[in-house]
């Protein structure tokens, strides 16, 4: 008897000692001891058994929850007692973490698809800006060439003001010229006046037949019609021109007046016919000078009229080409400074933009950067 339990002491021992150390392999084997040994010696082998197979499914079921695989559970046969319990709180431990994870990996996938979306949109918003950028870039430099035509345009109108200026000024030399006519027709007038006078004192000293001079008296009176007509009309003529027909009214006038004394010496001529018989031929002669003087002062006075209402009607409107293109002279140029500031804003405020979504585009690539390297460090996590 003591021997039997000194060998069943000797054989629980080595393979208490061996399982310990870690071998569930180890077994008692040959078991021959009766009683209380044989019992204890097979309760060893029960009790190895059992933790061999908790330590096999728990080691089984880990090893598949480090593949991020939570199905294997540990078989709770034939564990019974802390086995049990341990086995089931495990198997409860891992149908969390398998809940937990599969909804942590919803999270993440869902992060994933919503970083990428927003990193595409990002990168696609950026490519816009800079290609917005660059189209205001390019915008600004057209304008600018744009300003710098119109500014051609500009000079090219100032070029035309001056050569509407220098019109004006041969407008006004001209206007000299006219008035140098003018001049000479008074000179002409003064001239007629004379020769009348003439006319004037040899009709006095006419003794020719009642007859002729009858005739001679008539004529006097036509040309003295004619004339006042022809005055009256330089008269008109004078007005029209305004100040620059002044020396011409007062040219017309005294043709008027030199009318007006003709037919009173035609009176006078007519209450003195025997006295003036012997002058008429001269007075004749005289009278017909007067009629040539005073048809050449009746055309130069025509003449003066139609030039000086051309001459004033063009220098009116070359007044108002004057003004309106000065005018638009002025216009030109405030606009064009004004779009050339604008160009040179818009220009730097393409550059800035240019320049801040080119930092927009880097930020994204670093954010599609961090974003992945996260999501790495997740899935190997779970």
Do not use: C, P, W
């Not at 629980?12 to 061996?18: K, P």
């Not at 003295?224 to 007509?229: E, K, R, S, V």
């Amino acid at each position: 008897m003591i021997g039997d339990n000194r060998s069943a002491v000797k054989k629980a021992l080595e393979v208490v000692e061996a399982v310990a150390d870690g071998d569930f392999e180890r077994r008692i084997l040959n078991i021959s001891e009766k009683g209380d040994a044989g019992r204890l010696l097979h309760a060893i082998n029960r009790l190895i058994d059992r933790s061999d197979a908790y330590v096999r499914e728990t080691k089984a079921s880990l090893e598949y929850v480090s593949e991020n695989k939570y199905f294997r559970r540990i078989s709770t046969k034939g564990m019974t007692g802390a086995f049990g319990v341990a086995s089931e709180s495990i198997n409860i431990a891992m149908q969390a973490m398998e809940e937990r994870v599969g909804s942590f990996t919803g999270v993440v996938e869902n992060f994933e698809t919503k970083m990428a979306t927003v990193v595409e949109s990002v990168t696609t918003a950026s490519g816009e800006l800079e290609d917005s950028a660059r189209s205001m870039d390019q915008s600004s430099t057209s304008m600018d060439e744009q300003a710098t035509a119109v500014a051609s345009s500009a000079a090219n109108a100032s070029s035309n003001v001056s050569s509407v200026a220098a019109a004006t000024e041969q407008m006004t030399q001209s206007v000299s010229e006219i008035n140098q006519q003018v001049s000479y027709s008074a000179q002409i007038a003064g001239e007629a006046v004379n020769e009348v006078e003439k006319a004037n004192h040899d009709i006095k000293m006419l003794a020719e037949s009642s007859d002729k001079i009858g005739e001679v008296v008539s004529l006097i009176t036509d040309i003295a019609n004619q004339t006042n007509l022809l005055a009256l009309n330089a008269t008109i003529e004078a007005a029209r021109a305004g100040e620059m027909g002044k020396g011409f009214a007062v040219v017309a006038s005294e043709v008027k007046e030199l009318a007006s004394e003709t037919a009173k010496a035609t009176d006078e001529i007519g209450a003195q016919i025997k006295s003036i018989q012997s002058a008429s031929s001269q007075a004749v002669e005289f009278i017909g000078s007067i009629g040539t003087t005073i048809s050449k002062v009746s055309e130069i006075a025509s003449a003066i009229s139609a030039a000086v209402e051309e001459q004033g009607a063009a220098t009116a409107e070359i007044a108002r080409n004057i003004e309106q293109a000065s005018a638009g002279t002025n216009e030109v140029s405030s606009n064009i400074g004004m779009i050339t500031n604008m160009a040179g804003s818009t220009k730097t405020e393409a550059n800035h933009v240019l320049h801040a979504a080119s930092g927009l585009s880097e930020q994204g690539e670093m954010l599609r950067h961090e974003v992945d390297g996260f999501l790495s460090e997740v899935r190997q996590v779970i």
